[in-house]
C-alpha cells in the first residue's frame, strides 16, 4: 500500500506558486522524500528530495516540517508546461529500494 | 549523456503470444527496475537487478512474467503467455548505486512500453 496521501487534483494558473502537500504519517526514519513528476506518456521524472527542513533546486522546493510526517511541494510561478501528475514517495518498510507511488495529484495549469 | 531507453515504445499482441520488452539504463548503473501500470491503477514495482542479481522480484504478478539482465547491462522482461490483464504501461528505471535500502539513489525512468494484449 502507498505510504503517502495527496490531493487527487489542483488547478492553477499560469505564473501563480504551487503548493502540493503530501501527508505521511508513517514515515519511518530512514526514510527519504521524494517527488516525481509525470507528463502523458512519459515516465516519471525526478523533481527532488529531501530529508528534513527545506531544499531547493532550479525547479522546485521542497518543504519539510520537524516531524516529518508532511512535506510541501512548492512550484514557483508555472507554466502550462508544468500541467503533469505529481508524485510524493516515501521509502518501504523492508529496506528496498523500490518505490511506492500513490495515485498522485494531477495539476492543471490554465492560461 | 543517454537516459534510460525502452524497447518496443509500443507492442500489441493477441493473448497466449509471448512478448519481449527491453531496457536499456543509463550507463554506469547498477539498479535496474520495473515497474508497471495496468488500466487505471497505480505504478507498482515489479522488480530490482542489483547488476546481474535480482535483489528483489516481490512485485512479479506471477510466473509467467521472467526477467533477466545478463552481464548486468540491458534487461529483458518477457511475458509468456500473456494475458488480458498484462496489458497496461511497463516502466523502467535505473540508478547509480545501492544504497541498501535508505531509497537515496534517484531512479531515473524510461519512457514506458505500451503492451496491449487482445
Known amino acids: 500500500l502507498a505510504k503517502t496521501t495527496q490531493p487527487i487534483s489542483m488547478d492553477s494558473y499560469e505564473g501563480q506558486e504551487v503548493n502540493i502537500t503530501c501527508s505521511h504519517n508513517?514515515?519511518?526514519?530512514?526514510?527519504?522524500i521524494t517527488w516525481y513528476q509525470q507528463f502523458p506518456s512519459q515516465g516519471p521524472r525526478f523533481i527532488i528530495q529531501?530529508?528534513?527542513t527545506k531544499v531547493t533546486n532550479e525547479v522546485a522546493s521542497l518543504f519539510i516540517p520537524a516531524d516529518r510526517k508532511s512535506s510541501t511541494l512548492s512550484l514557483p510561478r508555472v507554466s502550462l508546461s508544468d500541467t503533469a501528475v505529481y508524485y510524493c514517495l516515501v521509502g518501504d518498510d523492508d529496506n528496498t529500494d523500490k518505490l511506492i507511488f500513490g495515485t498522485g495529484t494531477r495539476l492543471q495549469v490554465f492560461p | 549523456e543517454a537516459g534510460v531507453t525502452q524497447f518496443p515504445s509500443h507492442s500489441v499482441i493477441e493473448k497466449g503470444q509471448t512478448v519481449t520488452l527491453r531496457c536499456d539504463p543509463i550507463?554506469?548503473?547498477?539498479?535496474l527496475y520495473w515497474y508497471r501500470r495496468v488500466m487505471g491503477k497505480e505504478i507498482k514495482f515489479l522488480l530490482h537487478f542489483v547488476k546481474e542479481s535480482k535483489q528483489d522480484e516481490s512485485g512479479m504478478p506471477n510466473n509467467r512474467f521472467l526477467a533477466e539482465r545478463t552481464g548486468g547491462t540491458y534487461s529483458t522482461l518477457k511475458v509468456q503467455p500473456a494475458e488480458l490483464e498484462d496489458s497496461g504501461v511497463y516502466f523502467c528505471?535505473?540508478?547509480?548505486?545501492?544504497?541498501?535500502?535508505?531509497?537515496?539513489?534517484?531512479?531515473?525512468f524510461g519512457p514506458g512500453t505500451r503492451l496491449t494484449v487482445l
Open positions: 528505471a535505473s540508478s547509480q548505486d545501492w544504497s541498501g535500502g535508505f531509497n537515496t539513489d534517484t531512479q531515473y
Open positions: 550507463s554506469g548503473h547498477d539498479n
Open positions: 529531501g530529508y528534513k
Open positions: 508513517n514515515i519511518a526514519t530512514n526514510d527519504y
